[in-house]
């Protein structure tokens, strides 16, 4: 069968990619907006230490997350390098004993489904300082060893490249939906049209618009996120642990003493992709209230990314019952890298018509 992608951000290279490993016949469409949140993003995978209780989400990035290094080393295969994944391990912070005994309770409860979050240390102040040196020394920590950062922008690129190699096409232009009566035929960039028998949507934050002539309310919204990279330079930060403080910003560091701060939650800001004085502020305040050692790093860049919500800030995918054709997926929120590799190998096999591993009815776009 023929596929037509549109939107080529973590969730629609991954189908891409799932649907090529198949043999299937893809074409990958994207307009390379300035804002995509796979490319803004740099990312952590460690969704067991959270206090959300949805079991639906928690279920989706469960699965994400044990599902990245099987991913990962396939893509190693086919000499895709780039990633920055790696499992570094995380330490949430506190200052409340109490609150870190809770939180080893629940990942060690966790861990009974999720052998893949490895062990789980309570480190006091001098040891957490001592994995992540710029801390203040104020914190103790819980440490998980299957915690893991991955670059947005290197996973998307790997995944694309991955997918042209087994024969897929990639169009760089903005798509319009193409179709006649309730049957959706496939899709056009610049007049001409691509058919193809299925049409997946992965457009992120900008999928209402481009649903919007199908008569469909799709009620996906952008929340604006702004993330600075900074340098330690002569510092090898390649082996810290991804850093969870008590706020709701984290830290991570790549290679070569670049260290990753962020990110702002920005509602009702639409589309407007300024870096913002007040944005940068409360990054570096919150940043350098927690780890203070960051205050000499030069600042190498400012990113900004539209992450896109759905109303309960629960992923929706799924066929749309009024239109043949169709099939959507959305609303990863600020969890899409996460989630976004697995739930794209799910989308190929409802593209297939295979059963998924989730449960279809649990993230319903109706
Ligand atoms: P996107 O990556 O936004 O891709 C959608 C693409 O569709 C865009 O490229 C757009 O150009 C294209 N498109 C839309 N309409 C059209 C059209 N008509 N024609 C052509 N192309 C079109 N997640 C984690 O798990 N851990 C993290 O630590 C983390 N940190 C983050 C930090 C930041 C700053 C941001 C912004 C996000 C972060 N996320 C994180 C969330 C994650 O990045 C997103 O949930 C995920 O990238 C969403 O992927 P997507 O493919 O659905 O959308």
């Not at 920055?84 to 309770?105: C, F, N, P, Q």
């Not at 006091?124 to 998980?144: A, C, G, M, Q």
């Not at 024969?167 to 899709?187: C, P, Q, R, Y």
Request: proline share 5%; glycine share 10%.
């Amino acid at each position: 069968k023929s596929h037509t992608i549109i939107g080529a951000g973590i969730l629609g290279a991954s189908t891409a990619y799932h649907l090529t490993k198949r043999g299937e016949k893809v074409t990958l469409i994207d307009r390379l907006d300035y804002g995509q949140a796979t490319d803004a993003a740099a990312g952590i995978v460690c969704p067991w230490l959270t206090q959300r209780r949805n079991k639906a989400w928690y279920k989706l990035a469960k699965e994400g997350a044990k599902y990245y290094p099987t991913l990962i080393q396939e893509l190693e295969e086919q000499g895709e390098t780039n990633t920055g994944y790696s499992r570094v391990g995380a330490i949430s912070l506190h200052t409340d004993e109490k609150k870190l005994e809770k939180m080893m309770e629940r990942a060690l409860k966790r861990r009974e489904e999720a052998p893949e979050i490895g062990e789980i240390t309570l480190l006091p102040p001098n040891e957490t300082n001592k994995i992540f040196p710029v801390l203040s020394r104020d914190y103790s920590s819980v440490h998980v060893s299957g915690g893991a950062r991955v670059n947005g922008r290197g996973v998307r690129n790997a995944l694309v490249r991955a997918a042209v190699k087994n024969g897929a096409t990639f169009i760089k232009g903005d798509a319009k939906l193409v179709f006649e009566e309730t049957s959706v035929i496939g899709a056009s960039v610049n007049g001409q049209v691509y058919e193809s028998d299925q049409v997946i949507v992965t457009a992120g934050a900008w999928a209402s618009k481009l649903l919007k002539p199908l008569n469909l309310n799709f009620e996906i919204k952008p929340q604006k996120a702004q993330i600075i990279h900074l340098l330690l330079n002569g510092v090898d930060t390649s082996n810290w642990p991804v850093v969870m403080p008590p706020n709701n910003q984290y830290i991570l560091s790549f290679g070569e003493g670049r260290v990753v701060i962020g990110a702002t939650h920005e509602d009702d800001q639409g589309f407007d992709n300024r870096i913002t004085a007040g944005g940068v502020h409360e990054i570096l305040d919150k940043a350098l209230s927690v780890a203070p050692g960051l205050s000499n790093a030069s600042i190498e860049e400012v990113r900004v990314g539209f992450r896109p919500v759905a109303p309960n800030f629960l992923p929706v995918f799924g066929t749309i019952p009024q239109y043949k054709g169709l099939i959507v997926a959305n609303g990863l929120g600020a969890s899409g890298l996460t989630t976004g590799p697995f739930l794209g190998s799910e989308l190929a096999k409802l593209a297939c018509y295979e059963s998924t591993e989730l449960n279809i009815d649990d993230y319903s776009i109706s």
